[in-house]
């Protein structure tokens, strides 16, 4: 992210000093100062930042390998905690509800945010206030969310299902009340959510495809649908990477979301990786295990994300 | 609407051999109708996303008895004022209220403030390691923050914090994402205005506190904005670390109404209705650099 911009600095003062025995001394004199300097502006951020996120990550590590609950000391069990996973329903349970959340979560997004986008991309009057009405969800509070579509998908009395029912499904679903169901809800209320907030950088992608490729295309008599294809889109490839990488980073870590709406319900139904880390870390004290669930978390999302990146490298050669 | 009927006429009329007049006046009729139908599909999306607040608002005003009915009930029969006034009796609110104002607003002001800072000393002092160090930040914001929790609880355990507000503010006021954000912003303002007032005499720091502060104030109003946003929202920290209920935010005061109460559905609407509404107010009041942030943090990355 930002090694382009900064790699000049770091190569600039080298040829100067060299042949110019004399100013060296300045010069470092001059490194040693900035040191101090740059230093001091970094320490009031980087000693919370040290100590509350990095030490943390690192310990992460550590634990993952180690036995420790809330009232004994840690002890070192080299991959005990990753075989006992093997064996563990809950973690097969959570793994797989995960992956559904994500398989839903990235892709329907994506569209929704993008076709919010397009349609919202018109300089016309009062597109101001559709662009905040999209955005709104994203800054409401989760448990408003939460509890509002928790009662909207009510089975019975809902307004989710009597729509549905009106307009003529006869066995409309039991959404949070149903094992089948309730993460689907769960999925739909997120992108509800999350979609204004990419819709923003669709946005802001869409303003820098320049104006004059609509026009060529329009001259060569493409019509609006070749035209979103082969000019809009390309032109958003940049954006669109983006989006994937965070949706990606966002939809396996889903956490608050499901604590509030479900619960991991009905039964183990939406339980997810994030929150087992929650139970057995945080309830049950179980320091070890829970730590190595979360290393493979973050492999999970590590690679995925470095396979997304891969093929964004390939795309562009 | 009253331009749809007309839709099929522009089409097939502009035959060859007609007068310039009609065919200019076909081009505005598809012009308008074209722009009322943008307007229609912007208006059904609109309808969609703001369903759900429909609901709550409407909901928040009426009886128990009335959430759920069949047919739906848009529009109360009876708008009943009297449930924004007892919930002040049913749940501590303004307790709860004044917790999460308090958490909000510390976390801002030390993040835009550390934030700042260290985003001058990554983005105009030169000094080897900075950026090695500057990656090390970056690197964390991809990790997530569910995969270290538990070791952050042991650590504020350990420390005897938990329960109280210090753990939350610890935890949450130094973030890598404001360094980030304004890092950024720093990046685009020119080095040869920092190096003249080098030139001027001027010391690091006050180059910072008169000269970047003052013409970064869009990237500061998008950091504080964004932060005290999360905060105010954030249920998983409070939740974690916040037991005893005099300590709760609006967050977790509405969760547990929830659960004692789940049948007062006018009530917990009510309830949500006041735990968004100090949110609409800054995010109305803000709106521009809300969204300059987020495009900004999003796009350049």
Redesign the interface.
């Given at each position: 992210m930002s090694h382009v911009t900064t790699q000049p600095d770091a190569a600039r003062p080298a040829p100067s000093e060299r042949g110019r025995p004399p100013r060296r001394q300045g010069r470092s004199r001059q490194v040693r100062r900035n040191t101090l300097v740059g230093w001091s502006f970094i320490l009031p951020n980087f000693v919370g930042f040290a100590l509350f996120t990095l030490v943390p990550v690192t310990a992460a590590f550590v634990l993952a390998f180690m036995e420790w609950n809330s009232f004994g000391s840690p002890e070192w069990v080299g991959l005990d905690n990753f075989r006992r996973m093997l064996g563990d329903e809950n973690f097969r349970v959570a793994l797989f509800n995960t992956f559904f959340y994500a398989g839903g979560h990235i892709p329907l997004t994506l569209v929704a945010a993008l076709t919010l986008a397009i349609v919202l991309n018109r300089k016309i009057r009062g597109v101001q206030f559709f662009r905040t009405a999209a955005f709104f969800p994203y800054i409401t509070s989760l448990v408003a969310v939460a509890v509002v579509w928790n009662m909207m998908f009510n089975p019975t009395l809902g307004p989710v299902n009597q729509i549905l029912e009106t307009l003529g499904m006869a066995n409309p679903p039991g959404w949070t009340a149903s094992t089948d169901w309730a993460m689907p809800a769960v999925i739909i209320t997120s992108v509800w959510r999350d979609m204004g907030y990419y819709m923003v950088l669709y946005l802001a992608g869409l303003q820098t495809i320049p104006e004059e490729y609509y026009e060529a295309a329009r001259v060569d008599g493409a019509n609006a649908w070749q035209r979103f294809w082969h000019v809009t889109l390309p032109g958003l490839r940049p954006v669109t990477f983006f989006v994937v990488v965070m949706l990606t980073i966002q939809s396996f870590k889903i956490l608050d979301l499901i604590v509030v709406m479900t619960d991991g319900g009905p039964g183990r139904s939406t339980l997810v990786l994030a929150q087992l880390i929650y139970r057995e870390g945080i309830r049950e004290g179980r320091f070890g295990y829970s730590s190595a669930i979360a290393l493979v978390l973050f492999f999970i999302v590590l690679t995925v994300t470095v396979f997304q990146f891969r093929l964004n490298e390939r795309r562009k050669a | 609407m009253t331009a749809m009927p007309d839709a099929a006429s522009p089409a097939s009329p502009v035959a060859p051999g007609k007068t310039p007049a009609t065919a200019v006046r076909a081009r505005r009729d598809r012009h308008l109708i074209r722009?009322a139908a943008?307007?229609i599909?912007?208006?059904v999306?609109?309808l969609l996303?703001?369903?759900?607040?429909a609901?709550?608002i409407s909901?928040s005003l009426k009886r128990n008895n009335e959430?759920?009915?069949?047919?739906?009930q848009w529009i109360p029969d009876e708008f009943r004022w009297s449930n924004f006034v007892e919930i002040w009796d049913r749940i501590p609110m303004v307790t709860y209220l004044r917790n999460s104002a308090f958490l909000a607003i510390t976390i801002t002001f030390l993040q835009v403030?550390?934030?700042s800072?260290?985003a001058?000393?990554?983005s105009k002092?030169?000094?080897?390691?900075?950026?090695a160090?500057?990656?090390?930040?970056?690197a964390?914001i991809?990790?997530?923050?569910?995969?270290?929790?538990?070791?952050?609880?042991?650590?504020m355990q350990e420390a005897g914090l938990t329960n109280t507000f210090w753990s939350i503010i610890?935890?949450q006021?130094?973030?890598?994402f404001?360094?980030f954000l304004m890092?950024q912003y720093y990046?685009s303002i020119p080095d040869e205005l920092v190096e003249a007032a080098r030139i001027d005499g001027l010391s690091?720091y006050s180059i910072?506190l008169r000269i970047m502060l003052p013409l970064s104030k869009p990237a500061l109003a998008s950091l504080a904005l964004l932060t005290f946003?999360n905060t105010?929202?954030d249920?998983?920290g409070p939740?974690?670390y916040l037991t005893s209920n005099e300590l709760w935010t609006?967050?977790l005061g509405?969760?547990s109404f929830?659960g004692q109460y789940s049948a007062d559905?006018a009530m917990?609407?009510t309830g949500?209705?006041i735990?968004?509404l100090p949110?609409v107010v800054i995010?109305?009041l803000g709106?521009r650099y809300?969204?300059r942030g987020?495009?900004t943090t999003?796009?350049?990355?």
């Open positions: - | 722009k943008t307007y599909v912007m208006t999306a609109a996303v703001l369903v759900p607040f609901w709550m909901s959430v759920f009915t069949v047919p739906i403030l550390t934030g800072f260290a001058y000393g990554f002092v030169r000094f080897p390691g900075r950026d160090l500057f990656v090390a930040y970056i964390t991809a990790v997530p923050w569910q995969a270290y929790m538990v070791p952050q609880y042991i650590m610890l935890l006021a130094f973030g890598a404001g360094v890092r990046m690091e910072y946003v105010w929202n249920y998983m939740f974690i609006v967050q509405l969760r929830i559905y917990i609407m949500a209705v735990s968004v949110i995010f109305l709106q809300f969204i987020i495009a999003g796009l350049k990355g």
